[in-house]
C-alpha cells in the first residue's frame, strides 16, 4: 500500500517543482527584458520576426484548413438538428461559445505547441549540445535576451494571430454551411453577431495571451534544462510538446472553471 | 610594469588538488598545452567566469571576474575576444551574421557601420566569399576563421583561444595566430593572446612567449 501512495508522492512533488521552476523561468524571462540593452532590442526584434514568420504565417494554411472543416462540420450538423426542434437561432451561440471562444484558441495553440513548440524545444536544446549558449554568454550576450524572449514574444503574437483567422475562417465556413443548409447569409450573421457580446471578445483574447505565453515559454524551459547530450533533445522536444498540450487543456479549463 | 591582464591565483583545476597560477601579460602570447583530462579546457571558462573554480581566483583586467554581479559581468565579458572549442558559431546564422553578432548587440554602431567594420574583418580571416554561408556549410577552416573574426569584432586588448588550432593545417593556424595577436609593436604583440588545447603546430611555438604544459594537475615551463 505504502508504495503506490510514496510513487504518487513522488509524482506530486516532482509536478510541483516543474511548475515552480517554470514559474521562476517566466518570471526571470520577463526580468530580463528591464536590462536588454538598446542595441540588443534590435537583435532581438530580428529573431521575433523570423520566428513569427516559422510560427505564424507558415502555420496559416493549416489553422485555415483546420477552423474550415471543423465549422463546416459543426454548423452542419447543428443547423439541421436545431431546424428540427426550430431553434436554429441557438446556431449563433453555439458558433461564438464552442467554436469562436472555447475550440478556436484551444486548436489555434495546440496546433502551434505541436508545430513549434516541438521546434523551438528541439532547437534550443541543439544550441546548447553544440556549445552556442556558452558562446553566447561569453560574448556578454544573455540566451535570455536573444533565445527566449524573442520566442515568447512571438509565440502570443502567432497564437493571437492565429486565433482572429481561425475565427473569421470558422464564421465565413459557418456561412457556407448554413448556406447550404437553407439560411439566408443575412439571418446567419445577424444570429452570429447577436450572440457576440464583448466579453466573448476579452474571453478569446485573453486565451490567446495566455496560450500564446504557455507555447512560448514551455519550449524554451525545456530545451535550455538539458545538460547538454545529444540525446536529450528528442526527450526535450518531447516533454515541451506534452507539457504544452496538458497546461493548455488545464487553462482552458480553468477559464471554464475561472471566468465563464 | 603592466598589470598582467589575465592572472590565475592559486586556482583547483577539476578533480585536481594541486593549484595552478599563472598571468598573461599585455602583448604577449600564453599557451597551457595539456591532455583532455588535464583540465585544461577549464581555464578558458574560468577566465570568463563561464565556470568557477573550487578555489583561487581569477582576476581579469584587475577585477575578480566571477565576483562581478551577473549584469556586469556580461558587459564585461565584450572586452575580452574569446573563440571557444569546436567554434561555438551559431547554426542558423551565416558566416557573417555570426560575425556580426557581437557588434549588432553589444555595440551602438549603426547597421552601416557595423557592414563596413563586417567587410574588413572578413577580409582579414580571408573568408569574404564564405560569408553568406552557414556554418554547416562551411569547412572547418572557414567557421575556425569565422570564429576568429567574431571574437575580434570588438578589438580587444586579449585573446582567447580554446582548442583553436585542432585540424588545421599548419600554415592556417599560423595566419590564424597572427591575425589574434593583432601585429607586432615595439613591446610585442597588440594584442595579449592566452591559448590552451592538447596541440600546437611546433612552428608556431617560437611566436609564443611563454609556453607552459599542464601534467599531473602541475604547471611546467617549456622552454
Redesign the interface.
Given at each position: 500500500m505504502a508504495a503506490p501512495v510514496s510513487a504518487l508522492g513522488n509524482w506530486v512533488a516532482r509536478a510541483v517543482a516543474l511548475v515552480g521552476a517554470l514559474a521562476r523561468f517566466l518570471v526571470e524571462a520577463l526580468w530580463a527584458t528591464r536590462w536588454l540593452p538598446r542595441a540588443g532590442r534590435r537583435v532581438a526584434t530580428r529573431v521575433l520576426i523570423k520566428q513569427v514568420w516559422f510560427t505564424a504565417l507558415q502555420a496559416v494554411p493549416l489553422v485555415i484548413t483546420l477552423a474550415a472543416i471543423l465549422s463546416f462540420l459543426v454548423i452542419s450538423q447543428a443547423t439541421r438538428e436545431l431546424g428540427r426542434i426550430g431553434a436554429t437561432e441557438l446556431l449563433g451561440r453555439l458558433m461564438v461559445v464552442v467554436i469562436v471562444r472555447e475550440l478556436g484558441p484551444l486548436l489555434t495553440a495546440l496546433t502551434v505547441a505541436g508545430r513549434s513548440g516541438t521546434a523551438i524545444a528541439a532547437e534550443l536544446a541543439t544550441n546548447k549540445v553544440m556549445g552556442e549558449l556558452t558562446a553566447l554568454r561569453a560574448m556578454g550576450i544573455d540566451p535570455l535576451h536573444y533565445h527566449v524572449l524573442p520566442r515568447l514574444g512571438a509565440a502570443v503574437l502567432s497564437v493571437f494571430g492565429l486565433i482572429v483567422v481561425f475565427d473569421l475562417v470558422a464564421i465565413v465556413s459557418g456561412l457556407v454551411a448554413a448556406s447550404s443548409s437553407g439560411m439566408t447569409s443575412a439571418r446567419y450573421f445577424d444570429i452570429v453577431l447577436d450572440s457576440l457580446t464583448f466579453r466573448d471578445v476579452w474571453l478569446t483574447a485573453l486565451k490567446g495571451l495566455i496560450f500564446g505565453i504557455v507555447v512560448g515559454i514551455i519550449p524554451c524551459f525545456h530545451g535550455l534544462a538539458i545538460r547538454g547530450r545529444p540525446t536529450e533533445v528528442p526527450i526535450a522536444a518531447s516533454q515541451a510538446v506534452v507539457a504544452s498540450i496538458i497546461t493548455i487543456f488545464v487553462c482552458s479549463g480553468l477559464f471554464v472553471v475561472l471566468l465563464v | 610594469m603592466t598589470a598582467a591582464l589575465l592572472v590565475f591565483d592559486n586556482v583547483t583545476l577539476p578533480g585536481g588538488t594541486s593549484r595552478i597560477s599563472l598571468e598573461v601579460p599585455p602583448h604577449q602570447a600564453v599557451l597551457v598545452l595539456g591532455s583532455e583530462d588535464s583540465g585544461v579546457d577549464t581555464l578558458p571558462?574560468y577566465a570568463?567566469a563561464?565556470a568557477k573554480p573550487s578555489a583561487g581566483s581569477v582576476y581579469l583586467f584587475s577585477e575578480e571576474i566571477a565576483r562581478l554581479p551577473y549584469?556586469s559581468l556580461?558587459?564585461?565579458?565584450?572586452r575580452v575576444g574569446?573563440l571557444?572549442?569546436?567554434d561555438?558559431?551559431?547554426?542558423?546564422l551565416t558566416l557573417r551574421d555570426n560575425v556580426a553578432?557581437?557588434l549588432?548587440?553589444?555595440?551602438?554602431l549603426t547597421e552601416r557601420e557595423i557592414r563596413g567594420r563586417l567587410g574588413v574583418m572578413l577580409a582579414l580571416l580571408r573568408i569574404g566569399d564564405a560569408g553568406d554561408i552557414r556554418p554547416a556549410d562551411a569547412t572547418e577552416e572557414q567557421r575556425r576563421r569565422a570564429a576568429l573574426a567574431?571574437a575580434l569584432a570588438f578589438d580587444p586588448q586579449l585573446v582567447i583561444l580554446a582548442d583553436a588550432f585542432d585540424g588545421l593545417t599548419v600554415r592556417a593556424a599560423g595566419e590564424l595566430l597572427d591575425v589574434a595577436r593583432g601585429g607586432e609593436t615595439s613591446e610585442g604583440a597588440r594584442r595579449a593572446v592566452f591559448m590552451t588545447g592538447q596541440y600546437v603546430p611546433a612552428r608556431l611555438e617560437t611566436r609564443i612567449e611563454t609556453r607552459y604544459r599542464l601534467v599531473r594537475g602541475e604547471l611546467r615551463t617549456e622552454d
Amino acid at each position: 500500500m505504502a508504495a503506490p501512495v510514496s510513487a504518487l508522492g513522488n509524482w506530486v512533488a516532482r509536478a510541483v517543482a516543474l511548475v515552480g521552476a517554470l514559474a521562476r523561468f517566466l518570471v526571470e524571462a520577463l526580468w530580463a527584458t528591464r536590462w536588454l540593452p538598446r542595441a540588443g532590442r534590435r537583435v532581438a526584434t530580428r529573431v521575433l520576426i523570423k520566428q513569427v514568420w516559422f510560427t505564424a504565417l507558415q502555420a496559416v494554411p493549416l489553422v485555415i484548413t483546420l477552423a474550415a472543416i471543423l465549422s463546416f462540420l459543426v454548423i452542419s450538423q447543428a443547423t439541421r438538428e436545431l431546424g428540427r426542434i426550430g431553434a436554429t437561432e441557438l446556431l449563433g451561440r453555439l458558433m461564438v461559445v464552442v467554436i469562436v471562444r472555447e475550440l478556436g484558441p484551444l486548436l489555434t495553440a495546440l496546433t502551434v505547441a505541436g508545430r513549434s513548440g516541438t521546434a523551438i524545444a528541439a532547437e534550443l536544446a541543439t544550441n546548447k549540445v553544440m556549445g552556442e549558449l556558452t558562446a553566447l554568454r561569453a560574448m556578454g550576450i544573455d540566451p535570455l535576451h536573444y533565445h527566449v524572449l524573442p520566442r515568447l514574444g512571438a509565440a502570443v503574437l502567432s497564437v493571437f494571430g492565429l486565433i482572429v483567422v481561425f475565427d473569421l475562417v470558422a464564421i465565413v465556413s459557418g456561412l457556407v454551411a448554413a448556406s447550404s443548409s437553407g439560411m439566408t447569409s443575412a439571418r446567419y450573421f445577424d444570429i452570429v453577431l447577436d450572440s457576440l457580446t464583448f466579453r466573448d471578445v476579452w474571453l478569446t483574447a485573453l486565451k490567446g495571451l495566455i496560450f500564446g505565453i504557455v507555447v512560448g515559454i514551455i519550449p524554451c524551459f525545456h530545451g535550455l534544462a538539458i545538460r547538454g547530450r545529444p540525446t536529450e533533445v528528442p526527450i526535450a522536444a518531447s516533454q515541451a510538446v506534452v507539457a504544452s498540450i496538458i497546461t493548455i487543456f488545464v487553462c482552458s479549463g480553468l477559464f471554464v472553471v475561472l471566468l465563464v | 610594469m603592466t598589470a598582467a591582464l589575465l592572472v590565475f591565483d592559486n586556482v583547483t583545476l577539476p578533480g585536481g588538488t594541486s593549484r595552478i597560477s599563472l598571468e598573461v601579460p599585455p602583448h604577449q602570447a600564453v599557451l597551457v598545452l595539456g591532455s583532455e583530462d588535464s583540465g585544461v579546457d577549464t581555464l578558458p571558462s574560468y577566465a570568463l567566469a563561464l565556470a568557477k573554480p573550487s578555489a583561487g581566483s581569477v582576476y581579469l583586467f584587475s577585477e575578480e571576474i566571477a565576483r562581478l554581479p551577473y549584469r556586469s559581468l556580461l558587459a564585461f565579458r565584450r572586452r575580452v575576444g574569446y573563440l571557444p572549442a569546436g567554434d561555438g558559431l551559431l547554426q542558423n546564422l551565416t558566416l557573417r551574421d555570426n560575425v556580426a553578432l557581437p557588434l549588432r548587440y553589444g555595440s551602438d554602431l549603426t547597421e552601416r557601420e557595423i557592414r563596413g567594420r563586417l567587410g574588413v574583418m572578413l577580409a582579414l580571416l580571408r573568408i569574404g566569399d564564405a560569408g553568406d554561408i552557414r556554418p554547416a556549410d562551411a569547412t572547418e577552416e572557414q567557421r575556425r576563421r569565422a570564429a576568429l573574426a567574431r571574437a575580434l569584432a570588438f578589438d580587444p586588448q586579449l585573446v582567447i583561444l580554446a582548442d583553436a588550432f585542432d585540424g588545421l593545417t599548419v600554415r592556417a593556424a599560423g595566419e590564424l595566430l597572427d591575425v589574434a595577436r593583432g601585429g607586432e609593436t615595439s613591446e610585442g604583440a597588440r594584442r595579449a593572446v592566452f591559448m590552451t588545447g592538447q596541440y600546437v603546430p611546433a612552428r608556431l611555438e617560437t611566436r609564443i612567449e611563454t609556453r607552459y604544459r599542464l601534467v599531473r594537475g602541475e604547471l611546467r615551463t617549456e622552454d
